[in-house]
């Protein structure tokens, strides 16, 4: 609601603005022609020199364009600039003037050419205009600049007008305000209030428009302030001129109009404010009571959903145990079809387990209560783990895990919780690949105090409009090719919670048509040279998984460690594959990577 109103406010100020540009141009134009034709009409705007509100005006016009450096602001400044330079010069030109008639004659009033020379005050207040336009988008903090030179000039009209209505000689500066026109007044008044609103967004036009209390009283207050008294003061001097009440009596009701007016004017905002604190703290109230309603109803859920969590955790792990017991039973004696039933339970179960699990993850996350045991971790460890335990969804889906180490180090963490998160990420790599594709699980060193694990597939990517969805609870994103997998909309939810329980970031990088890549970082818990070289892997290196096959070796038998190298591996020995990499090769054993240790 505030700021609809301040929009509409800024609208409006900004109108004015222009309007009162528009104004200025058009009452230069019309000075112009009154001197150039000679119109009865027209001979109150000979008293309006013509080229100075002209360049004020169109100046004003063209810097309703925000965009600094266009065409269109560059022009209002080069306006701006020459009726500074005009303003300035005639100005010098009166100040050193040597005698009164040389400076009457400067400031004829009504003797004005089309492109005379400005009279005093004019001068004066155009000047300090032309600065502050030049100055309308120069950045400050707490005032603009701008504003200070369009206040003096406003203020500077204010005394021109009062001398004018109220036909005091000695009010104007430098000139006899008799020898000034209302109009020429007015119009720098206009000139000044459009420069004040050009950018209502920024500085004493701001405050006008907001929706406060501040904003409130100075649209109400300012406009009474300026007006009523200039409109008290021409009614007591127009009585006093017919005769209507002596000096005396006109002095006295000018007072009490005053005091009558502004007790008024107090009142009014009083009330208005009162009205809008009042409805303030309404909402104020309205809404604690609602926000407590809903932590009530929250924290009722969330003890349901703990309770109806642990009370369903315990039966679902009996009957997985009392299956597994059938099963082991039925091993031998039971028909294809019983055993087939039994996997199918026992894999329910287990689903139905992990679904548990998670959902209790993701309450400890939500309420900061998640549990982590952290410890120093190889990061080579935690890498096999996770991919050893997922050979066999990979081999069930046909896809080929390749692990690239291009960084080793430690990390203090929560073994198992990184695991989950390993697992969830290659989980979903692995329900979005197609059958022969390769997912690369890589850890690699970004800088100097964080190591990232990512893991990449090849699948359709996630489309555009589904992204923002990716880390949110129950959420199930359709991937580029517009199909929605299974899964609880949980792992990643839980995964995000993890790994920013370490103080580690968690993020995605997708195109459509190439494939996904989610990471993670952690900090580093060590410098990496206080590892031992023979750890340190190249670049290049990689160990791939293959589910059509597992790898073993057998005694004085051949393994390829990489293209084009082989070496000769024999029982219980070790073996240097390529310079700073050591493995030890066990008999009909499973070639993986150990930290701190050879290749077992």
Known sequence: MTASVETRFNRNMQLISLMSGIVTFLIGQMSLIAWTTAAPALVVFKSIPSFPFILAGASLCVLQVKRVKSPLHILGLVLAAVLCFIAGHDLIDLLMASSQESLDAMSGGFAFSVFNSLAANDALSLLLISIALLCIDLPSRRFRVADLFTVVAAFLSMMTLLGVIFGIPGFCIFISCLRISLLEGITIAVLSLGVLLIRP?????????RDTAGGVLARRLLPAAVLLPLLLGWLRMEGERHKFYSSEMGLTLLVAMLVLIFMTVIFWNAWSIDRMDRARLKAIDEMEAEIARRKEVEQRFKDFYSNVSHELRSPITSIQGAMQLIDHAMAEHGSEQVKELLSTANISCARLLR????????????????HINVSRLDTLDLVT??????????????VTLNVVMDALGFVMADEDRLIQ????????????????????????????????????????????????????????????????RKGSGLGLAISKGIVEEHGGTIGFNTEIGTGTEFWFELPIADNFSALSEDRLVKTEGTVSVEPERAVSVESKKTVSVEPEKTVSVEPEKTVLAEPEKTILVESEKTVSVKSEKTVS
């Open 421 to 484: 998160v390993l697992t969830n990420l290659i989980s979903n790599a692995i329900k979005f690949s197609k059958v022969k594709d390769q997912i690369i699980v890589e850890v690699t060193q970004p800088d100097s105090g964080h190591i990232r694990f990512s893991v990449k597939d090849s699948g359709p990517g996630i489309a555009e409009d589904q992204r923002h969805k990716i880390f949110g609870k129950f959420e199930k994103v359709e991937e580029g090719d517009g199909i929605r």
């Open 355 to 370: 679904l548990i699990n998670d959902l209790l993850d993701v309450k400890q996350i939500e309420e900061g209560k998640l």
């Open 385 to 398: 783990l996770a991919v050893d335990g997922m050979k066999g969804m990979a081999l069930e889906a046909g």
């Open 201 to 209: 967004e920024h500085g004493f036009a701001s405050i006008l428009s």
